[in-house]
């Protein structure tokens, strides 16, 4: 099945766009991608998150309630407990116990308000208790005290679920409804929530959620209003926006958030413009971008290297297929898996490994 996507900039748009941004496209970086097991079943629009003992259990995707866990020491996959329904654009945390929970998404019958854990002691889901109102495309972060902020999709509300209860409790709202938006937690606590779609379209602004207080506040604009892009926490606390879909296409410039300032700058040019990518930080600080949407060009397998050093994004090693809406997780030792996605008309069982 074709994802659902918006037309892509004309090519001699896209040329513009990067001789302004002064990037020739021509600087690369080591690194390289290699193919290692496959799922039993393609997916998109699944989550993958890494477990405690560096395993990655991937769940659900259009259309499934199925879950694989990955393990590198074997470089192959094996089936896990099932969800209780199917699930797609569900979020995914690791908790500070091990367990992992998935909460809402899209399952046969629409938008859910339901959650489930996944204890990885007996290989299983179990149901938790209902967010206080239906998710999907929304965003989920493990904040500094162990609890976790859900925030949008397709609404301006936000909840916090604490571990320690299993309770979903309402906290306070947004500005305004945001769905395929990020959410970064800060080095200070609080959490960068960025862009995404809206009740007037693609936005450009941001806020601020404080856990001391339970409240949001705005800060800066992005420099170009996005949806379906990646956010990257940096060393020394800035934060990399990258790619994503925006009015005229898919953007080629990044925005480096600085929580010092507020503010959003204009960083670098990506040599291939992405959405629906992935995005991963690199042991050495690094943000590797890949693959995703590139207009035109379809699912594209072209991938990219963020040096916060320069400012500059470096082309890297291609994947082995294109993939749109496939993961990207860090590994343990310092590689990067990427699991599944879509080529443009079908979903993909396969995974590729990046090593640096």
């Known amino acids: 099945m074709t994802i659902r996507r918006t037309a892509g900039l004309a090519l001699a748009t896209l040329l513009t766009t990067l001789a302004l941004s002064g990037c020739a496209g021509t600087a690369t970086t080591g690194g390289s991608f290699h193919a290692t097991g496959s799922m039993s079943t393609g997916r998109r629009f699944h989550t993958a998150a890494l477990m405690a003992d560096g395993r990655v259990l991937v769940v659900g995707g259009y259309l499934y309630r199925t879950a694989e866990i990955y393990d590198p020491g074997t470089s192959s996959f094996r089936e896990t407990g099932g969800m209780s329904l199917n699930r797609y654009w569900q979020t995914e945390t690791l908790l500070t116990d091990g367990r992992i929970l998935v909460t809402g998404g899209l399952s046969d019958n629409g938008p859910v308000a ?44 936000a909840e916090i679920f604490d571990p320690a209860t299993g309770q979903f409790t309402a906290t306070g709202s947004m500005a305004a409804p945001r769905w395929q938006h990020t959410a970064t937690l800060l080095s200070d606590g609080r959490v960068l929530i960025a862009g995404g779609g809206g009740a007037s379209g693609f936005t450009n602004t941001a806020e601020l959620f404080d856990p001391t207080t339970g409240t949001f506040s705005q800060t800066g604009s992005m420099t170009t209003a996005r949806y379906r892009h990646t956010a990257n926490l940096l060393p020394g606390g800035k934060v990399l926006l990258t790619g994503g879909f925006t009015p005229t296409g898919q953007a080629a410039l990044g925005d480096l958030y600085d929580p010092a300032t507020g503010k959003f700058t204009a960083v670098g040019a990506v040599t291939d413009t992405h959405a629906y990518q992935a995005a991963a930080n690199l042991a050495d600080g690094r943000v590797l971008v890949i693959g995703g949407f590139g207009g035109d060009a379809g699912a594209i397998a072209a991938s990219q290297i963020y040096d916060p050093k320069t400012s500059t994004f470096a082309t890297t090693g291609s994947l082995n297929v294109g993939r749109e809406a496939h993961t990207a997780t860090a590994l343990s030792d310092g590689r990067v898996l990427v699991v599944g996605g879509n080529t443009g008309s079908s979903d993909l069982v396969s995974a590729e490994l990046f090593q640096p």
């Open 114 to 157: 339901s959650a489930e854990l996944y204890d990885p002691a007996t290989g299983s889901f179990n149901a938790v208790g209902n967010m206080t109102t239906v998710r999907w495309q929304h965003t989920a972060t493990l904040l500094s005290d162990g609890r976790v902020l859900i925030v949008g999709g397709s609404n301006a509300s």
